[in-house]
């Protein structure tokens, strides 16, 4: 889990443009102890690696959390950290039940669809990218419990919408040469092949793009 992660940045930084690690997203868990099915961060883990043995190269990271659930480990971790700027787009009501402060939450009220999902992620994005944060360095966790067949998870996109998503933020991505790893989080639906296809489907749209 943790070596995939960091395995993608450097691969990322090598020239690849873009890394997905299918085991990562487990931003529940803290420092110092795991929570809501995660036992170790990895992309707080690789944020970490990064900082440590790459200060020349990743000066500012960017963290866009798309889980149902806010990343309320990745928050916590990265909170006195300004060169890592934490953002999460999640559930109002969903897991956990106390929220930790990212440098960006936007809090969903349940049943959001397709169209006021992407049209506020469309309106954030690019402030983030060219003019609040202005990173170097991404990670994406893009996890499928968005979707409204979803059993852990209150929103209502279609496998289209999620789709959609995914396009929205790698395609924003890759026309600034950002370099990108990916991690696939969440996805509960009660039809296993709801959340492969959606999953897959964030594989297809990165290869399309790079």
Known sequence: ???????????????AGVALNIAGGTHHAFAGRPEGFCLLNDQAVAANWLLAHEPARVRQMLIIDLDVHQGNGTAAIFRHEPRV????????????GRKELSDLDLPLPDGTGDDEYLGLLADTLPRL????????FVFYLSGVDVLATDKLGYLALSRAGCRRRDE????????????????????????????VEAHANTYRVAADLW
Do not use: K, W
């Open 1 to 15: 889990l943790l070596g995939g992660t960091i395995g993608c940045a450097q691969r990322v930084l090598a020239g």
């Open 85 to 96: 700027f934490t953002f999460s787009m999640h559930g109002a009501r969903n897991f956990p």
């Open 129 to 136: 990218l060219d003019e609040q944060v202005r990173p170097d």
């Open 168 to 195: 929205l933020v790698l395609s924003a991505l890759h026309q600034r040469g950002l370099p990108t790893v990916v991690c696939m989080g969440g996805g509960y639906s009660e039809r296993i092949a709801d959340i």
